[in-house]
């Protein structure tokens, strides 16, 4: 569910406030708070959600939807409508124009040598907006390719930049524990992952075995770091603690 990470909010209240709905986006595993305006969501309905100032369509996967914290309530987005029959059909359109969209993006930067990788291409439901992500070793100059996206789709594009883990939570998968990516999960912020930690772990040092599928460390690695760190120094204590 969305909301800060660094609320200073110590209360664990957990009563159900039925203004307050869960709903997916498209594949997203997370749900994304959401408030109602005072009308009814069972679970499985389709919803259009202002999010960005732009429509989107999702479905409601929790009613209603526990809220834990202030600042959940404030950050809800805000469910415009139950989706009608013609969202319904702009949705549709909305995933066949991503597609063709990806494939035109990938096509054009070929095209016109550019280096990056298109990884993924989203539209608003209205089609006004296209986010297109990217990922690239150095600075593009894609202007070119942002007035063809425009031209070609008649819309407002906006590209972003990503990196390799962001890249991997964008486009999800399987990772070698045989579960879903944590970052295309739950896992929304990267914290520093070194090979001290793969050898504090007495884990393989092999690439195959500690890489995740962006090709960097394992997330996972950092799990267990500080229990490990925590029971190498206890051991080290002991062992100077050890009558000579």
Request: charged residues 25%; glycine residues 8%; contains cysteine.
């Amino acid at each position: 569910m969305s909301g800060c990470g660094g609320c200073a909010y110590k209360g664990m209240s957990t009563a159900v406030e039925s203004a307050f709905v869960g709903v997916r986006f498209a594949e997203e595993t997370n749900l994304t708070l959401c408030t109602t305006g005072g009308t009814i969501f069972a679970r499985g309905d389709r919803v259009v959600v202002e999010v960005d100032g732009e429509p989107a369509f999702g479905h409601v996967e929790s009613s209603p939807m526990t809220v834990f914290k202030p600042c959940q309530k404030a950050s809800a987005k805000k469910i415009l409508r139950g989706a009608t029959p013609a969202d319904v059909d702009e949705h549709d359109r909305q995933l066949e124009r991503q597609a063709v969209a990806k494939v035109f993006c990938q096509e054009r930067a070929r095209a016109l040598g550019l280096d990056m990788k298109v990884s993924r291409v989203d539209f608003s439901l209205s089609g006004k907006k296209a986010t297109v992500h990217f990922t690239a070793e150095r600075r593009v100059d894609f202007r070119r390719l942002v007035r063809e996206i425009a031209q070609r789709f008649s819309t407002r594009v906006h590209m972003v930049q990503v990196g390799a883990r962001d890249e991997a939570a964008l486009l999800g998968g399987i990772g070698v524990c045989g579960k879903t990516l944590c970052c295309s999960t739950w896992l929304k912020e990267f914290r520093p992952i070194s090979i001290q930690m793969a050898k504090r772990q007495n884990l393989s040092l092999n690439p195959s075995k500690i890489s995740g599928q962006c090709g960097r460390l394992l997330c996972c690695l950092a799990y267990e770091d500080d229990q490990y760190k925590s029971a190498k120094k206890r051991a080290n204590e002991a062992r100077m603690a050890e009558p000579s």
